[in-house]
């Protein structure tokens, strides 16, 4: 059964530290690894990770695969209020299947 | 662009009532998705047109959930009855195959009591 696992579920950390969020895959053929944040609407798309290795940067954000050990991972430095949310990994497979994980809550305290 | 519009925002039902989410995609993404979101299960994929046509209707969770798209510009979800347990945000999102990432809706937040 293809599987997204993400964790931790949730974590509360302070304005200023890093966070690093993991995300662990297994789905038939797998195609891509996203990343959403989603706040009290709908999930926005942060990165989309194909190639293994390969860092993507977006800001204080950024992600990267292995899919050797089939994970991924998603850093948030610097971190602000802002940056409270839901994130979501998922995979892509079977060209158009995205299978979600359930996330995990970061809490960012002034 | 306007993005994925879904309609209505919030729905409260009473059970047996037959409900009808709307959703209209980004012009020019040939993809289009329901998904449902609870705490309990996540987001889950129901259905998946591809040029408007159905390909992939496995996550529909029984008989009493059906979905549409009459053509590139509208998709409906209908849940006839409704039950308490339909209750979940049901998003849409669309996406143009081989490109980065879907586009979500902001959901319809459904409510059965």
């Known amino acids: 059964e293809d599987k997204v696992v993400q964790s931790p579920l949730s974590l509360v950390v302070h304005e200023g530290d890093t966070v690093t969020l993991n995300c662990s895959y297994e789905?038939?053929?797998?195609?891509?690894l996203l990343w959403y944040k989603q706040e009290k609407k709908a999930p926005t798309f942060l990165f989309m990770l194909t190639s293994s290795g390969i860092e993507k940067k977006s800001g204080r954000l950024s992600s990267i695969l292995d899919k050797k050990e089939l994970f991924s991972i998603l850093n948030i430095t610097a971190t602000q209020t802002g940056d409270s949310a839901v994130y979501l990994c998922a995979a892509l497979f079977n060209d158009y299947k995205l299978s979600f994980g359930a996330g995990t809550t970061v809490t960012v305290r002034a | 662009d306007a993005g994925v519009i879904q309609s209505p925002r919030h729905e409260v039902t009473e059970m047996g009532q037959e409900v009808t989410l709307r959703c209209k995609p980004i012009?020019?993404?040939?993809?289009l998705f329901w998904y449902r979101q609870t705490m309990m299960r996540g987001l889950e994929l129901l259905i998946y047109f591809n040029n408007n046509v159905p390909i992939d209707d496995s996550g529909m969770p029984e008989d009493r959930f059906s979905a549409k798209m009459p053509n590139a510009s509208f998709s409906t979800l209908k849940i006839q009855p409704s039950e308490p347990r339909d209750s979940a945000v049901y998003f849409c999102?669309?996406?143009?195959?081989?490109?980065?990432?879907?586009?979500f809706g902001s959901g319809t937040r459904l409510t059965v009591v």
């Open positions: 999102a669309s996406s143009l195959i081989g490109t980065h990432g879907y586009t």
């Open positions: 789905v038939t053929n797998f195609r891509s």
């Open positions: 012009s020019g993404h040939n993809s």
